[in-house]
């Protein structure tokens, strides 16, 4: 068991979202249909967070409203999500989304979003720093957490750049090379 919650490699590859300007899905990868609770990725066309056959959907304005936030501004939001998702079972997400730039106009016409399930390192680093194999829904309140100067939930440089490795796939020992460790 040990082994199996300290090897970071075994992350999944990260799901990716596409929503239009009314946060209604475009498209959808299997990762992210699968973490949603929904069969097929097909299946997430035309839906809305509102939609989700899951508790993540209680949270359905804060993530159109976090859209909206990034298409209004042309910004990009980095974002810890805990909720329940496929049969209650609480889950860490980490979540970059930028918008989406229609390549012919130039506009702005909805959102992408990369996400990684980041459970087993939240995990790990409970147990590094309390010596116990915690899990998330016996610490955690559900929520989305907006990364970043403006936030309540703050990280260091280092750390933020760590978590956004993971997202992109790198395993530990990449992320190490990576630092310089």
């Known amino acids: 068991m040990f082994h199996q919650i300290f090897h970071l490699s075994s992350m999944n590859k990260p799901g990716i979202l596409v929503k239009n300007k009314q946060s209604v899905y475009l498209k959808g990868n299997s990762v992210i249909a699968k973490l949603l609770g929904v069969p097929k990725k097909e299946l997430l066309i035309g839906m809305t ?3 989700l056959p899951c508790k993540a959907a209680d949270y359905a304005a804060v993530f159109q409203k976090q859209d909206k936030h990034v ?11 805990t909720h329940q998702y496929v049969n209650r079972e609480w889950k860490v997400v980490l979540s970059i989304t930028k918008p989406l730039i229609d390549p012919k106009t130039k506009q702005i016409i909805g959102v992408i979003s990369r996400l990684a399930d980041i459970t087993k390192l939240f995990i790990q680093i409970n147990y590094l720093q309390f010596g116990a194999i915690i899990e998330p829904k016996n610490v955690l309140q559900p929520g989305s957490y907006i990364l970043g100067e403006q936030s309540n939930f703050k990280l260091n440089q280092r750390q933020l750049e760590c978590l956004f490795l993971l997202l992109r796939g790198k395993t530990a020992k990449q992320i190490a090379k990576r630092l310089g460790l």
């Open 71 to 81: 298409m209004q501004n042309a910004s990009i939001i980095r974002v810890i999500d």
């Open 49 to 51: 967070d509102h939609d």
